[in-house]
């Protein structure tokens, strides 16, 4: 099935300049290797393009069950040059988990998950 990255992770952002750190945590174990696979580079670099971003290096923590990625370029030329509203980047995790997709076995998602329940039906 087809979810954004929070049904499977979850992440949190920070900054340093104009480069933007935003980890991704998966909920299962399970989960990392299919998100090595799918979560890439090229991936995270095109979800934040539009804020201007020029490069993007993963960092896998496999003990962790998590990815780091530093995407350069993302904050405007950092918190004192930036006349944007998230200087510091904090909820750049939000647009990560939100905006990009991936393809998971149903069996990856966490107990009580939403996307588990069956659509509602249409009268």
Known sequence: MRVPLHAVAHGRAGDKGDASNVSLVCYRAEAWPVLAEQVTEARVREAFRHLGASRGTRFDLPNLMAFN???????????????????????????????????????????????????????
Do not use: C, W
């Not at 040059?81 to 998971?104: N, Q």
């Open 69 to 123: 990625f530093l995407i350069e370029g993302v904050l405007d030329g950092g918190v004192n040059r930036s006349r944007g509203l998230d200087r510091h980047g904090k909820t750049l995790s939000f647009l990560l988990l939100g905006d990009v997709e991936v393809e998971v076995d149903p069996a990856l998602l966490p107990e009580g998950s939403p996307y588990l329940a069956e659509p509602a039906r249409r009268a």
